[in-house]
């Protein structure tokens, strides 16, 4: 009998493979010796198959196959960049550009936006150009009936702009998220800017999905009563959460159950069920159980594609399809065998997969139930129906935020501590709304049935939501501002493996890795420490309607902000709280600016002269000279009656006003940091 390990090839060829990809990410190869070094070590293999001596022995051989796929995951990475920028239409700068909708534009705030497969350039002489990328375009102001929709053809001036780089310290890089799904630029275009070259040009599935996804929308709209009531059923029929309130969003994040709100294996799973059970009959039937395999293959692949192929979505119905053919082939095989294989296909058809974060946690949960559900179930028997019922659901929550909780940190900083509360009344209520959604759309011909099934979803959602939002503003309900290094989440998974392992077979070499685990991690802590007590800096954030400016010392903030509200705002959480976890601060003190200038000491000897009157200091030392607002100041004479170190132009310094300062800083060699352009100034003092 075959080992466990024996068992799960694809879980040994993934890890060296992913570790390629993550290589690639950050460059640290040559694409094209990384294929010389594929060859040989393909040719390697090859040659000890053929003429093994048992010169070696055959851990040599395994040794070889993981060099082989880690060269293939960088190779595999290295070669989707080079394609994306094979011939790619920035390059070529051509006046025009003829591009192709690929998706339904969604609404913005000052029109709508889409991505567009570039399909040529055009030249001055209206010649095309074999150009080709894809772009991300912004359609200001336009009416919904003026903008073109998925399959359209525009012609568009090619008035495109690459990604801006992260403007403060630990923001959302859109940058490299754009960059993973093939996007480097943008295009913001105004009504003159472009116009229709053909129109219904798509693929027929799109538009196929599309058409189903607006059918969805019409029923929906037709038969529930409030907006809030058709996003929240959108999200969960086929994962549309655009149209979401922000408030529900942060009410389910706080509990730990924005997950059901996302389409992902529980949605496959259900309609994998309901599909066999329609299909029983059949299955009695000669050759009918092969046709019921591949109906269910094309209802939940068909389902997949409805909901766009999101990476969890992607991830339970290649493992079902797994499932569904292993079962007709009677070859079960092992689970998490099948989970790597799903996760080896994909990544080998889109290797920028990896990186995304709904991948990861779709992943994670799946192999913390598959891993720790059996064995937390087993611990406790209930003879009632109901009580076992629950205590499934418990097993499931806490096996799948087992894996998860460490990256949830990670991206998000907080923790839901009623998390088996929420998700012991939220999951049966979501399923139950996810069926009767389901049902709506069946009988949607049937007005009357349709209406009051519509009452009765409506219900149902808002007692969903009402629970979300008790829990969430209970005492306690979750601890935020968490941060933990990636560092540290390798340790924690290497030690859980190796926990699991030390139980499974009472190996006491485990528990030395953990105990390494543990060392190493206290290693970090304690430089990190060190670190952060030692840290003096000074911090001028790029925020567009606001100046702040923070001085840090140790794990002390003192901050600087002509608004105190906006302290509390979500764009600063999301753009300034993530740094200030990172730098560790534990205090912080913050102070207003009025509309005067302002002087402010740093440390003990360097003052910041906060700028934004035509009043004009005489004979100081000012280390940064703060400009801010749009009015006259002449800065030749504050530069003459002063010694200035540097100078910093907040956002709200107009473009005008920036060229003539820029001017004068040159002509007088001093330093000048424009944080409009170059983002977030930062000083280590």
Known sequence: MSSFWQQ?????????????????????????GSLILLILTSVSLYLWDRLNKKIMRDHFYGILFSILFFLLGFFCLSLKKVANMEAHFSLEKTPYLLAQITEKPQKTKQGYKAEALVLAGINYLHQPTKVK????????????????????????????????????????????????????????????????????????????????????????????????????????LYGYDKDMDADIIDAYTKTGTLHVLAVSGMHVGMIFMLLGLFLKPLERRKSGKIMAAIVQLIGIWAYSLLCGFTPS?????????????????????????????????????????????????????????????????????FKHRIADEIWKIIAVSIAAQTLTLPMSIFYFHQLPNYFLLANLLIIPLTSLIIYLGILLLAISWWTIAAKYLGLLIGFFIHLCNSIAKWIAELPYSYTDGLFWTPLGIVCFYLSL?????????????????????????????????????????????????????????????????????YMNSKNYKQNIAKHLLELNIQKSECKELDSNNTRIQIGSNRHLFYWQTAKIPIGQHIAILLIAGNLYQDLAKMLATNKVGCIVLNPSVGKRKQEEIKKIALKMKIPLHAIAESGAFELSL
């Open 497 to 565: 493996i190796s926990i699991v392992i030390y139980f499974s077979k009472r190996d006491l070499f485990q528990l030395k890795i953990v105990l390494g685990m543990v060392l190493l991690l206290q290693m970090q802590n304690l430089y990190s420490r060190i670190q952060n007590e030692q840290q003096e800096k000074i911090l001028i954030y790029h925020c567009q309607n606001h100046c702040l400016l923070q001085y840090i010392h140790g794990t002390t903030a003192y901050t600087w902000t002509n608004s105190l509200g």
């Open 133 to 236: 990328g894809k772009l991300l375009l912004y359609f200001k102001n336009g009416n919904k009936e003026a903008i073109p929709t998925y399959g359209d053809q525009i012609i568009l001036k090619s008035n495109f702009h690459d990604f801006s780089e992260p403007k403060n310290p630990g923001a959302f890089d859109f940058k490299k998220y754009m960059a993973h799904k093939g996007i480097y630029q943008a295009a913001y275009l105004k009504k003159n800017d472009w116009f229709f070259a053909g129109q219904n040009q798509g693929s027929t599935w799109m538009k196929w999905v599309i058409g189903s996804q607006e059918f969805i929308q019409e029923s929906l709209q037709k038969n529930l009563r409030e907006a809030g009531d058709i996003a929240i059923s959108e999200a969960l």
């Open 8 to 32: 799960i090839p694809f879980v040994r060829i993934l890890f060296p493979f992913v570790l390629g990809i993550l290589i690639a990410e950050h460059n640290w190869l040559n694409t094209w």
């Open 313 to 381: 979505i992607l991830r339970a119905t290649v493992m079902f399809s797994f499932v569904i053919i292993g079962k007709q082939i009677k070859r079960g095989g092992n689970t998490f065998n099948s989970l790597a294989a799903s996760a080896q296909f994909l990544l080998l058809f889109d290797p920028n997969m990896l990186f995304n974060v709904g991948f990861q946690l779709s992943y994670a949960a799946v192999l913390g139930i598959l891993g720790f559900y059996p064995r937390l179930y087993f611990l406790f028997e």
